[in-house]
Structure formats: structure tokens, C-alpha cells
């Protein structure tokens, strides 16, 4: 299986590992400081093609972030992330222009227990284009390669779900009106 790595993915997966109380080995810890390292160095917004190449968007990859360090801001590897993704989540909030990352953004502010602003409202083209995940072709490929297609359309398959962007404005609600 060719090496590809998604700075989503991978706090997913160590959300996994936290969540499960199971022991950090060394990959685990190297994973937790590479993401840590990444925000630091704003991969996140200045290449987020190449950062998370099948989530591709700030906005997501603030949300995926956010989850892991809400759930577990009290780890050691973690203890430090947070002012920096509210941060960043309140500058995101000023240059979103699609309603459902918008939604994201609320999210993930409501997570680490911040104000999160007015209730948006999710016009329709908000929905037809807004894409949570993509399939991206070359994102197995060596580097430069993968660089250079990072942020072409013609190497990715977007997929939406209705029912899951419900999910999504659901679990806002939820969140923000606890």
C-alpha cells in the first residue's frame, strides 16, 4: 500500500488511539508533534490541498483538529493546541463564504467551548457546493508530483451526502445549545 498522508486521517486515527486509553508508541507520539508542527507552520491554510489531500479545505481540517483536541486537551502532546485553533478557527469564521463551512467552523469553536455565533442559514448552493470528502488520485504519488496536482479538479472525485451534511448541522445545534 503506497505511503499517504492526511493531516485529518491522522487525527482521526489518534483520536482513535486517545479515545481507547491505549499506550502512545513512538509513531503515535511523532504523529501527534508532525500535526502539532504543521499548525504551527500554517500548512493547514497556506497548502491545504497538499496537508489534507482527501478533506482539502481549512475549514475541515480546523474541524478535524478541533475534535481531537477538544476530546483530549488535557494530553501532554496536546496541552498547547488549543489557543492556536481558536485562533484560527475565528480568523476561518471571518473568510468563509459557504454556509456549511461556516457550520464546521460553529462546530468546532462550540467543541473547545468558545462562542460560536449566530445560527447560520445553509442556502442550497451551500449544499451543492460544499464536498466533505474527495477521492484525490495523486495524492500516493512522490513529492513534486503530488505537489503540482495537490489543487487540480481533474485529479479528484468530489462526493457529497445530504445525510451527512444533516448530521453535521445537527450535531451544531447540539453543540452550540448545550
Not at 3 to 28: H, K, P, S, T
Not at 69 to 89: E, G, M, N, Y
Not at 99 to 107: A, C, Y
Amino acid at each position: 500500500m503506497p505511503v499517504d498522508f492526511d493531516i485529518c486521517v491522522q487525527a482521526n486515527g489518534m483520536r482513535l488511539v486517545l479515545d481507547n486509553q491505549l499506550e502512545l508508541n513512538r509513531y503515535d507520539s511523532a504523529t501527534i508533534r508532525l500535526m502539532k508542527d504543521m499548525l504551527i507552520a500554517r500548512k493547514h491554510i497556506k497548502r491545504p490541498h497538499y496537508t489534507s489531500p482527501h478533506y482539502q479545505s481549512t475549514p475541515i481540517i480546523l474541524y478535524h483538529l478541533a475534535r481531537l483536541v477538544a476530546a483530549h486537551s488535557q494530553h501532554p502532546l496536546l496541552a498547547d493546541v488549543k489557543p492556536l485553533l481558536v485562533k484560527d478557527l475565528k480568523k476561518e469564521m471571518q473568510r468563509a463564504g459557504n454556509g456549511m463551512e461556516q457550520i464546521l467552523l460553529q462546530t468546532s469553536l462550540s467543541r473547545l467551548h468558545e462562542p460560536a455565533g449566530e445560527s447560520n442559514h445553509i442556502a442550497r448552493e451551500d449544499w451543492d457546493n460544499f464536498y466533505f470528502f474527495v477521492a484525490n488520485m495523486t495524492s500516493v504519488f512522490p513529492n513534486p508530483i503530488k505537489g503540482i496536482f495537490a489543487n487540480s479538479r481533474k485529479t479528484n472525485f468530489f462526493y457529497r451526502s445530504e445525510a451527512y451534511y444533516l448530521t453535521l448541522l445537527v450535531e451544531n445545534e447540539m453543540l452550540r445549545f448545550r
